[in-house]
């Protein structure tokens, strides 16, 4: 069973830029996450959780939301099944908890698409 935990989280002024990691773990022994899709997501208070950026773990091929493009950016070290989520020019809208996905098909930006979750990390971006 895939395993996710986030880390990176926490308070940064507006204009600052924080990191996010998301450690994979739970495949059998000799699989890879080739055949995933791992996503970032973010769930504001009151607010649907959204779709931030995704990775075909194999390829490398990303997709960002267009309210983040050009800020955030999505990213993965294969050798350590660690996902990334550089976030730059943070602003107060962008306040939420993060969470990481992952999943083998399904759509990329919907939350349906997802089976598998971390427990999130909260960002806090203050004015």
């Known amino acids: 069973q895939v395993q996710l935990v986030e880390s990176g989280g926490g308070l940064v002024q507006a204009g600052g830029s924080l990191r996010l990691s998301c450690a994979a773990s739970g495949l059998a022994s000799g699989q890879t996450f080739d055949t995933y899709r791992m996503g970032w997501f973010r769930q504001a208070p009151g607010k649907e959780r959204e779709f931030v950026a995704a990775i075909r773990w194999g390829s490398g091929a990303t997709n960002v939301a267009i309210s983040v493009k050009g800020r955030f950016t999505i990213s993965r070290d294969y050798s350590k099944n660690t996902l990334y989520l550089q976030m730059n020019s943070l602003n107060p809208e962008d306040t939420a908890v993060y969470y990481c996905?992952?999943?083998?098909?399904?759509?990329?930006?919907?939350?349906?698409?997802?089976?598998?979750w971390g427990q999130g990390t909260q960002v806090t971006v203050s004015s």
């Open positions: 996905a992952a999943a083998v098909t399904g759509l990329i930006y919907s939350v349906r698409g997802y089976d598998c």
